[in-house]
C-alpha cells in the first residue's frame, strides 16, 4: 500500500467527517421544546408523587474530569464554581421556601452530583454509583447508568405524599430524550411505571425568580 | 492367463508405472505448491488487512478530529446548542473508544510487531493522549469553549505527532508487506524449484526402473526372436535352445512362452526324426542299415551317366550269401538278421569305400563300382578283384551265439559302359550270372558277358595249365644263332616255346605276359638259365662247340626279385658253366625301373663274369648318360631297324649312330631280324659286326642248332 492511498484515504475520511458533523447538528434542533415550571407545578411538587431531577450545578470546565476519574478524589474531578455554589444555596433556599416535600435524595457518586444535593437538598443523601457519568465513558458503560436514571425516573414515588430527588449529570437525561438541561436545573417527571416517564417541566437556574414571582402572585390572589 | 495376456501386461507394465508413479508425483507437487501459495497468500492477505486497517484508522481519526473541530466551530458560534454539542462528543467518544480498540489490534498484529512495534506503541500513547485530551474538550465543550478550544489544541499537537507516526508505520508496514511478500515469493519460488527437481528425480528415477524393466523383458523377447529365427532356418536335427531352455526355468513373464516355444521345439524335432526315419526306410535296408534297391538305382543311373561321359567302365556285383536259407530256418531270423550285419560290417571294412554297397533285401548285396578304366578285360579284371576280396572276407567263421557259421557267397558281375535299354537290366544280368555261379557250386564268381566270362577263364586255364607245363616238362628252349663277321658263328639266343599237348606249339608272345602277371616267370625263368648254363658246361666238352656263348633273356621282375644274383651264381657253380660264355639280355625297361639297384646287380653279376646285352635297343628312351654308367657288353639293334633298313621306312643315319655309340662305348653292336643278305651287307657297310635272324637260321631245337654248328662250322671254316 502506496503513501499516496494512505493520503486519499485520509482526504475522503475528512469529506465523510464534515457530512456527518452537518447531519448530527440538523438531528438536535428538532424537537424538544423545554417547559418553564408554573405555580401548577409547584402545586403539583407540594402534593408529592413526582420525580424531582437536578443536573448538577455550574462546573469550571478548566478543569476537568481526569481520564480515568478516581470518583474517591474530589481533585480529579471538575469542580463546582463558586458561583454555582451560590446559585445552588439560593435554589436550595426557594426548595424550602416552596416547602416540597421529599424523604430520599438520591445523588450520583461524582462530587459536584453530592455537593449540588447537599446544597440544595440537605445533608441526608443517597449516593447511587450506578448513575455515575463521565465524559470518557464509553457506551457499554454508558447503558447501565442511563438504564438507572430510566429507572429512578419511571418509579412510583413511595411514601406518598413525597417526591424522589435524583441529583446527577445532563447526559443522562440527554440519553433518555432530545434533552440536555442547563446546570443548576430541576426537571419534574411523572414516573408511569415500567420504564415510563411524564415530562412536566424545567426549572433552570434563571427561571427561579419569575417561578417565585407568579407562585407568590397565585397564593396572594387565592 | 493365456501368453498374450501376459505379455500385454508385461510390455504395459513399465508404462503403467510410469504414468501411474508420475501422476501420483504431479499430484503431490501441486497439492505442495497450492499449500505453499495458500500459506503465502494468507499472509499476504493479512498483511493487506493490517493495512487496510491503518488506512480505515487514519480515515476515520480524520473524521473525529474534523467533527471535534466543527463542534468547537459551533460552539464558538453558539450555532449548535448544548445537546447537540452533547451528541457530538458521545459520538465522538465512542469512535475513539472502537479507535482505541483498533489501535490496539494494529499493534498487536504480527506485521506490525515485525515492522517496527516501537513506533507502534509510540502511536498507541500519542493515540491515547489525543483521546484523553478529545474527550475532555467535547466534554466542556457545550461548558466552556475556551477551555474546550485549548484542550482541542493540545489534542492537535498529539494529532500531529501519531499522524506522523501513522504515516510511519504505514510506511514501514507497506515496506514491510513487500518485503514479506518477496520473501513468500521466494518461498513459493523455492518450494516450486523443489517440487521440480524432485519430481525431474523422481521421474528420472522412474524411468530408469522402467527402462531396466523393459529392457529384461525385451531382451527375453529378442531371444525368443532369435530360437525362432533359429527354428525356421535350422535344417538340423536336433535343434539346440540353451536361452530358452533357461527361460523357461527362470522366473520370467515369458516362461510360459519359452516353455511353449520348446514344445514347439520339440515338434519340429520329433517331426524331424521321423522325416529321416521315414527317408531311411524308403532308401535304406532295415536290416543293415545300407542303401536300398530304390538308392542303388539312383546312383546306378548316375555312375552310368558318368561312365559315358569319361568312357569308363560300370561294374555291378550281386552277392548272394550261399545256405543262408538254412541258416535262417535253422536258426531263426533273428540270427539270419545278425549275420548279415556282421556281413556287412566285413564288406565294409573289407572295400574302405571303394565302390557302393547296397542290400536288396535278405541275403542279397549289391556292389556298384563305377569309374573303372581301361579295356573291357581290365576292368573286368578290377571288378573280379574286388570279387574275390570280398569273398575273401567271408572265409573266416562266424561266431554268432554260440554258432560257428561258415559263409561264402555266390557273385554275379555285370559290366556297362552304355547305359542300357531298360534301367533294370544291369541289375538282371548281374543276377543271372549269380545265379549261374550258384548252380555251379559255393563261393564262385560269375560274369554275366559271355565272351568275358570266357577269356578270364581262358586265362585262368592258361594259367593252371602253364603251372604244369613246367611239371610236365611242355616247356622247351629254341637257339637261334648268332654269327660275326664272316659267318663265324658266336653262339645263340635262347628262345623258350611252350610244346602245348593240344594246341601244339605257343609263341613267347602269347604266354610271357600271362608268366609275369602271375609270377609264374620267375620259377620259368630259373628253369632256363639252368638249362643254358648246363648247355655251356656241355659244351665246353665239345672242342667245335666250347667257344659258343649263350644269350638268355631275363624279364624285369625275374632280375629285381631278391637273390636273382645269388641264384644265378648257384646256377654257375652247379652246373660249371663258364661264366664269360653266359650272356644275359635285358630291356631298356628292365633296366630303367629301378636304376641304382639295376646297376649294383649288373656290377656284382659283371665280377662273376657274366655278360650283358640291351636288348630292343633304340625302342625305348635310353640315353648315353645311362648306356655309360651300365656295365653293358652288347648293344642289339631291335629288329624293326634292321627291316626299315631294307625297306627304307628308317634312316640309315640312325642305324649309323647306334653303331657309332656303341664303338665308342667299347660295346659290342650285334642286329637282329636279318633275313637278307642284303640287309647284312649294309649293317657291315654302317660298321655292325654281329648279326641274328632268319639269314642264317629261325630258332629251333638243341639237336639241330648243333647240327647247324657243326655244318656251318665246317662250311665257314676257311678251308
Sequence with gaps: MTVNTIQYLFRLGRQVAVLLACTLSGVASAGFIEIPASPQHIALLQQGGLVVYMRHGRTDARIPDQIPVNLNDCSSQRPLTDAGRQTLDNIGQYVTQLNIPYQSVISSP???????????????????????????????????????????LSEPVSPMGTNRIVVSHGPNIAELMDYLPKEGTLILFRPLGQGRFEYLASIPPAHWPELLRQWQTENTLR | MKA????????????????????????????????????SGAAQHADLEVIARMADFSRRINEVHNATISALRGAMADNLDELQLYRQHRNIVDELEQLDALVQQLTHSELMISANHNSARELQEEFRAYRHFVIMATDVIAVDPQVADEFISQAAAHFREFSLYTSIVSGRLAERSQVRTTEQNALVNNALWQVLITGLLSLLLLFSVAFLVARRASTQILQIADALTTLSRSEQQEIPLPQIEAMQHGQGELAGIAGTLLKFRNAIERQRAAEQKAFEL??????????????????????????????????????????FKTINDLHGHRLGDQLLVEVTGRFTAQLQDRGTLACLGGDQFVLLLDGLNGNNRDAALQARQLAKELSGCLQAPVQLQDNTLYISASIGISMIQQPPELPEQPLQFAEAAMYQAKAEGRGIIRFHDAGIQQRLE??????????????????????QPQVGNNDKVDGAEVLLRWQHPQRGLIPPMDFIPLAEETGLIIGIGQWVLEQACAQLAQWQQDPALAELSLAVNVSARQFSEAGFVQQVADILHATGAN???????????????????????????????????????????????YLQRLPLDQLKIDRSFVQGLLSGDSDPAIVRAIIAMGQALHLEVIAEGVEERSQQQNLALLGCRHYQGYLFSAPVPLAHFEQWCLLHHNASQPA
Design chain 2, 282 to 323: 524308403a532308401f535304406y535296408d532295415p536290416v543293415t542299415g545300407l542303401p536300398n534297391r530304390r538308392l542303388l538305382a539312383e546312383h546306378l543311373e548316375h555312375a552310368l551317366a558318368l561312365g559315358q561321359k569319361n568312357n569308363t567302365w560300370t561294374a555291378l556285383l550281386l552277392l548272394d550269401l550261399d545256405g
Design chain 1, 110 to 152: 461524582f462530587c459536584r452530583a453530592q455537593e449540588s444535593a447537599r446544597r440544595v437538598f440537605g445533608e441526608a443523601i443517597q449516593i447511587d454509583i450506578d448513575l455515575r457519568y463521565t465524559a470518557a465513558m464509553p457506551a457499554a458503560e454508558r447503558k447501565p447508568a442511563v438504564e438507572r436514571t430510566r429507572l429512578h
Design chain 2, 4 to 39: 498374450s495376456h501376459r505379455l500385454r501386461l508385461l510390455l504395459l507394465l513399465p508404462v503403467v508405472t510410469v504414468v501411474l508413479l508420475a501422476t501420483a508425483i504431479v499430484l503431490l507437487s501441486l497439492h505442495n505448491i497450492r499449500g505453499h501459495f495458500a500459506t
Design chain 2, 458 to 479: 581262358e586265362r585262368a586255364f592258361m594259367e593252371l595249365e602253364l603251372r604244369q607245363a613246367a611239371e610236365r616238362d611242355e616247356l622247351v628252349l629254341y637257339y
Design chain 2, 579 to 625: 661264366p664269360h660264355r653266359l650272356k644275359l639280355e635285358l630291356t631298356e625297361s628292365t633296366l630303367l625301373h629301378n636304376m641304382e639297384d639295376t646297376i649294383a646287380r649288373m656290377q656284382e653279376l659283371q665280377q662273376l663274369g657274366v655278360q650283358f646285352s640291351l636288348d630292343d635297343f633304340g625302342t625305348g628312351y635310353a640315353s648315353l648318360q
